[in-house]
Every structure is written in C-alpha cells, then in structure tokens.
C-alpha cells in the first residue's frame, strides 16, 4: 500500500479553491447548485469537510437498504454553488456529483432555493 507524500497530495488539491474563513451567510441565489450522482456515489464522504456551509449529509442508511454503505446528498435550499465538492470528488474520489441548472433542479424535484439560507 503506498503513501502519499504532501507534496503529491498538494498537488492532487491544486485546482480546488480554498474553502472561505468564514462562510455564515448565503449573499444570492445561486445559477447553478451541486447534485449527487447516486449510482455513482460510493458514501465515501470525502466532500463533506470540503463544503464551506455545510450543506452535504450522508443519506439515511434507511432508505438505501441495498447498499452497505449510503450516497451523501446535497441540501439544495443551503447549496450556494460554489462548485468545491464536484472538485473534490473529481479529484479524489468517484466523480460523483456535478453542477445543474438552479431552475432544472427546483422543476425535477418540485422545490424552490430560495436567495438567502431558510433561517435568514
């Protein structure tokens, strides 16, 4: 089993923006909000510490009684399109989520994202 060294991991994360100091508010609505693949998706949770608003969860182990190990998911109403958790996974995982429309994901899924977060 090899070892990473930092030098390579560096690498690997050079093309993912860094995650903000401080992101407490959602200042617009977004064009475009990430979605998860869940065939794809292997529940490896990688992208999780990634997201600046913490709007990536693991899906309840419930309703996925085929799999071992559950897809996460995207809160799409928090989602503020930042595009971080498709570059992580891209990166170091399984290619799992990708960027949609706003309006392609509110008319599929029957929701509205609103322009601040729902606690605003």
């Excluded at 050079?14 to 995650?19: G, V």
Aim: proline share 10%; glycine share 4%.
């Amino acid at each position: 089993m090899g070892v990473y060294n930092s030098k390579k991991i560096k690498g690997l994360l050079s093309d993912i923006p860094d995650i903000p100091e401080k992101h407490t508010r959602k200042k617009k609505r977004p064009k475009q909000v990430a979605e998860v693949s869940e065939p794809n998706c292997t529940g490896c949770e990688v992208c999780i510490p990634f997201c600046p608003v913490d709007c990536i969860e693991i899906e309840p182990a419930e309703n996925w009684p085929d799999r071992t190990i559950p897809p996460v998911r995207i809160l799409y109403d928090e989602c503020i399109g930042c595009v971080i958790c498709v570059r992580v996974c891209e990166k170091l995982a399984w290619d799992a989520i990708v960027m949609r429309p706003t309006e392609e994901i509110e008319a599929d899924y029957e929701i509205t994202i609103h322009e601040t977060f729902p606690a605003d």
